[in-house]
């Protein structure tokens, strides 16, 4: 994957595929130990990887090299949120997280289904 595309493709991409790898690190740590620490580990990166794929999502039109400052900088602080609050008030269940994530998860399928709705008549 990203050896492969290192040169073609633009940054956005490069993320959403080093986001794959770090949440397989994170998933493989977990579940050797099951510990807590290590289950953030598999946790967190997941909502980071949905905010790259919203990001993706919401700049998916753009012109190559366009900068969307006020999205970045919103689904950074979004993101700096449900982390903080992931870490700290999910300790007993993970209720925060599947709220956290589930929010992302819906976002993108919804937006998936718009763009597949504009060009599949195309």
């Not at 940054?11 to 289950?39: D, E, K, N, P, W």
């Not at 946790?43 to 006020?70: C, L, Q």
């Not at 269940?93 to 597949?116: A, E, H, M, P, W």
Request: aromatic share 16%; charged share 15%; with cysteine.
């Amino acid at each position: 994957g990203i050896y492969a595309h290192w040169h073609s493709v633009e940054t956005r991409y490069l993320a959403a595929f080093a986001s794959f790898i770090v949440i397989g690190v994170g998933s493989c740590a977990f579940h050797a130990t099951l510990l807590r620490s290590m289950q953030l580990l598999d946790e967190v990166p997941m909502v980071w990887a949905n905010s790259i794929f919203a990001y993706i999502m919401v700049t998916m039109e753009d012109e190559v090299g366009k900068w969307r400052g006020i999205e970045c900088y919103t689904l950074a602080f979004a993101t700096f949120v449900a982390t903080l609050a992931i870490a700290y008030l999910d300790t007993n269940d993970q209720n925060v997280f599947l709220l956290c994530y589930g929010i992302g998860v819906i976002y993108l399928v919804l937006r998936s289904r718009t763009f597949n709705t504009t060009f599949a008549s195309e």
